[in-house]
């Protein structure tokens, strides 16, 4: 099984890019960090948290699922629900297969993990742009309004990618542009059409 890491700052397309490489390597399972998250403590709101601080995820239980499917091993992949803050009461069952794609915001974070893994990308779009597709993600999938999301960007969003998430970069086999008018799926068709992952 190879491993592939997508990574990124909030709102640079990792999900889309993502997506784009499973429809291209059919034998593909995504293990995504957002899946996680531990439960919000029940003290602070849910537009209060950081959801980008490295402590909100399940670190201990990602790292026993990567490792359960590089085995060979089946896994029940956690669910979280952004709007309640909790995860669901049903899993995900993953299967293993030729290649693993672990996905997040912090999968290059910890060097036991980027040790296990063969290939990664770094997706980077200009800040204005990542600000624009996250506020506008926010609205439309968490009934957010434009004041709450820029206000979690400028509290938590963005400390974190200067200081934890933009630094990781150097670890990375490819730095990926994403800017407004990229098309992701020709970046990715030509990359496959010149090298094997």
Do not use: W
């Not at 910890?110 to 063969?118: E, G, Q």
């Not at 990618?161 to 542009?177: A, C, D, G, R, S």
């Amino acid at each position: 099984m190879k491993i592939i890491a997508v990574t990124g700052g909030s709102g640079c397309g990792k999900t889309f890019f993502t997506k784009l490489l499973v429809e291209r390597l059919p034998k593909s399972v995504i293990l995504p960090l957002d899946s996680y998250y531990f439960d919000i403590p029940e003290q602070i709101p849910t537009g209060k948290y950081d959801f980008d601080e490295p402590n909100s995820f399940d670190f201990k239980l990602f790292r026993f699922h990567l490792d359960s499917l590089s085995s060979g091993k089946t896994v029940q992949k956690p669910n979280f629900c952004y709007d309640s803050g909790k995860r669901l009461d049903d899993f995900t069952l993953l299967q293993p297969s030729e290649y693993l794609i672990i996905e997040g915001l912090h999968v290059l974070l910890y060097p036991d993990i980027r040790s296990k893994i063969s290939f990664s990308f770094y997706l980077e779009s200009p800040l204005d742009i990542a600000v624009s597709r996250r506020c506008l993600r926010d609205i439309n999938e968490h009934s957010m309004t434009a004041e709450h999301s820029i206000n979690q960007y400028l509290q938590f969003v963005r400390p974190v990618f200067f200081e934890l998430i933009q630094p990781t970069k150097k670890f990375v086999n490819l730095v990926v542009e994403n800017n407004l008018d990229s098309r992701l799926d020709l970046f990715i068709d030509n990359y496959l059409a010149k090298n094997t992952l």
